[in-house]
């Protein structure tokens, strides 16, 4: 039975995929409030008639998750339960031709580049006075800050460039604009992402510039946590190390993505270094930078990955003793270097057991390094309750993906979501910690 239409337009916006699909949305919705249209991130009832999807388009699982949910929608659009269904992001802009031919119950395909084209088909203005402000999705103490869009560099196995383009570096002043707006609505932690953060400044300065955006940042009154995410370890600008080591407000945390520990598979990956170069690296920032807390990601059955060069991945993690993995089985990509010219010739039983063995390891590697922790205090940032525990993070950790400190809600340890505290480690688990609020 269809449901009686809503007198004005709201519009649900719903968000898939990665933190750089975050922003988009919270952009997004930015426009749409400023031009008076009632919009709401993800909501849980049904008080809304129209239905944005912003998907992701990386690898399969993602597209297979951003298909099902677009069919979600298309389906209830068909039953009356809402009166519009419009798509945008890496999916649409990657497959529009063959989503609107699939799925003709979508009202309109957006790329990653047409917002001012998604806002005009839902009646609004693109309104150039709101460049940088933000409606933010996250919980009110962090934030993501987009420094760059795009990409340059040629890996095998990767489709970013084709879904969102060169690389495109935001200048630091608008950064710095941004992060001041943040900061007033609450950001205590601002989290750095983009395709690739190394890279950051070489179009716009013909410098690379992350070390003068980072100085610029920490100076923004009131930002207690800097992040640093994706960072690409080849041309790496050593200098950031010093602004990290320098500056408190800088999280002694790295996120960059190693994808492979043996020197023949980063040559087929095209990812233009070498495992001794990439150890090199990962001794110099920790040299330079004590104590930091480096977070990779790997990827297992890549095109012509042999046992031998995954012994070599498997031995590479062990050595490096990082302290947060994260593994990907590869996916075969067409319109990528590996997807259309090489066979994807790793089975994916022997994909998987590879992630799974190394996962494995970093979770007795995890856990040595967390048990040296018991007794220590650190400052931790609260997220939530759940469980019986107040649930924050210390420095070393990132929101979603990294390690989490749990601390018994009782009222000695009371303390309030949103808020630092200094905690007693008491126990340790492999990818939890335990502890006391320290007064």
């Known amino acids: 039975m269809k449901t009686k239409t809503l007198k004005e337009n709201k519009v649900n916006i719903i968000t898939l995929g990665c933190s750089k699909n975050i922003v988009d949305s919270e952009v997004i919705m930015t426009q749409l409030k400023g031009n008076g249209i009632d919009v709401v991130h993800e909501a849980e009832d049904d008080k809304f008639n129209i239905v944005l999807i912003n998907t992701c388009g990386f690898i399969g699982h993602a597209k297979t998750e951003s298909v099902e949910t677009i069919l979600r929608y298309a389906d209830a659009k068909k039953e009356g339960l809402i009166d519009k269904v419009y798509v945008s992001g890496c999916l649409s802009e990657r497959y529009k031709e063959d989503l609107v031919h ?249 994909k998987q057991d590879r992630a799974d063995e190394i996962m494995q390891l970093q979770e007795e590697i995890s856990d040595a390094l967390n048990q040296k922790k018991v007794g220590k205090v650190y400052k931790v940032l609260f997220d939530k309750i759940e469980g019986g525990y107040f649930v924050g993070r210390t420095e070393f950790d990132s929101p979603e993906v990294d390690n989490e400190v749990l601390v018994p809600v009782t009222e000695e340890n009371h303390v309030r979501l949103g808020d630092f505290a200094n905690v007693k480690i008491t126990s340790a688990e492999p990818f939890d910690l335990y502890g006391e609020v320290v007064k």
């Open 102 to 350: 699939e799925i003709p119950e979508v009202d309109a395909f957006f790329g990653t580049r047409e917002v001012p084209n998604l806002l005009r088909a839902l009646n609004a203005d693109y309104k150039k006075e709101l460049l940088g402000e933000r409606l933010l999705t996250t919980d009110k103490h962090f934030g993501y800050l987009k420094i760059a869009e795009g990409c340059d560099r040629p890996c095998s196995f990767c489709a970013i460039p084709l879904m969102r383009g060169k690389h495109v570096s935001v200048p630091i002043e608008d950064l710095v604009k941004q992060a001041e707006d943040m900061v007033a609505k609450g950001v205590k932690e601002l989290l750095l992402i983009a395709q690739d953060l190394t890279y950051y400044g070489l179009d716009i300065y013909k410098e690379r510039k992350l070390a003068d955006l980072l100085r610029a940042l920490s100076d923004v009154e009131g930002l207690e946590w800097i992040r640093l995410h994706y960072a690409y370890p080849t041309g790496f600008p050593m200098d950031v190390l010093d602004v990290m080591a320098e500056r408190d407000n800088i999280a002694k945390y790295l996120d960059i993505p190693l994808q492979h520990g043996s020197t023949a598979m980063l040559k087929r990956m095209r990812r233009g270094t070498s495992r001794e170069k990439q150890e090199d690296l990962i001794n110099k920032i920790r040299e330079r930078v004590p104590g930091i807390a480096i977070r990779t990601t790997l990827i297992t059955g890549h095109p012509g990955e042999t046992e031998e060069e995954y012994n070599e991945m498997y031995d590479f993690v062990e050595r490096m003793q990082f302290e947060r993995v994260g593994v990907f089985t590869y996916s075969h990509e067409e319109d990528t270097h590996a997807g259309d010219d090489m066979e994807d010739d790793v089975p994916e039983d022997v």
